[in-house]
């Protein structure tokens, strides 16, 4: 196992923005719906997209993936059976269940379980799935579903869900009739999906909002070209990097509308921005100022964002609080942020961050994907060297990390655990 060191350092440059991890995974789930040999470019290569593509392959897919372009041929899909091993290692295998499902009328696809930052159940994509006409039964750890033909309905989502949208969307596009979907997730990536289905001649009303219609067809995707939006998670780390360190950093291949929310409670911490095409440029301040923050769904502040925040919090002048309202778990990074010296306290859902504070190294361990990117950027400016361990948790999310981080400055190693 590898674990990554950092020194204490002063950062500047510019960092480019790769493809976002959690819009390629639902894209290349909708391939399962193609009946064409499908390119996606700005294809992010980290761990969670390899895991993706594992199974599709698994499932009897062929593709190629190189120089951040996948080409993808899922027409001799044979399989229909995601199997615990892969589901254990990426929650996000679940999206296959609504195209496999409307395409081959059955597949098994294992329960996810709980994960490091809460139990995240999928009762609700299921229930969407049995108000569209499926049999579900829960088979030896595997959902086993089976259908004729899904029927369009009306969905109501009892809680919004970004993967549950995901898969009702999908799922809903060789459905019978028109499907409903009301209190859908509307993130940016959810948006790329229903354009992508847009292009490919499905009527789809109601993009970017909480209420979508689909027409449900008989025949497979004709799914055109198309390329990854921007990771606003990646941008928003990197920016938080520029933050904590209280420096100029420039992070370009960025859609600004849709990290808008994150900027804005950098704003709020008396950083200011230059805009430019594509880009967009972080510069120091005189004084890092507190912020509440309070996570909820898109176009609110995002719950993959918190914890960076929680480790700029640290070096804000005065008391900063961050209330996490989506995952009941997510506090895992403030044990680690403590042993590096900082002094936060949890009560329920919030977390009370006292600054200043000097942050000093030490052995931490990553607990998830954004938990460790807080650990890394801690590091950038705890004194002396700071060894994070369990490191891969963020080569599933962050592409080219070790790289990045070089090329702005940062001091780091990657080396096996002694
Ligand atoms: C997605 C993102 C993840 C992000 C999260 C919230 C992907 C691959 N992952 O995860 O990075 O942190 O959105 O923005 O896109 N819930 C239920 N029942 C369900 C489904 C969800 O109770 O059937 C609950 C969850 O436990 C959680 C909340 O709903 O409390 C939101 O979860 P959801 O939006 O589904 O998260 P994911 O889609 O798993």
Redesign the pocket.
Known sequence: MKLLKIENSSISGEVPISGAK?SA?PLISLTILAKNRVTISNMPNVADINTMLKLLKLLGSEFEFENNILNIDTSKISSTTATYDIVKTM??SILVLGPLLARFGECRVSLPGGCAI????????LKALQKMGAKITIENGYIHAVCNKLQGTEIIFD??????TENIIMASVLAKGETKILNA?K?P?IVQLCNTLKNSGVKIEGIGTSSLTIEGRDDLLEIEPLSVIPDRIEAGTYLCAGAIANSKLTIKNIILSDIENIVSKLKDMNFDFKIEPNKITILPTDTIKPINIVTS?HPGF???MQAQFMAVATQADGVSTIEER???NRFMHVAELQRMGADIRISGKVATIYGKNRLIGADVMATDLRASSALVLAGIIAKGETKIHRIYHLFRGYENLIKKLEKIGVKLTLCDEE
């Open positions: 959690n995974l929650r996000a809460g139990l995240r159940p999928v009762d609700l994509h809680k919004i869900t970004v993967t549950g997730a993130e990536e769904e995002p719950t993959d989506l995952f009941e």
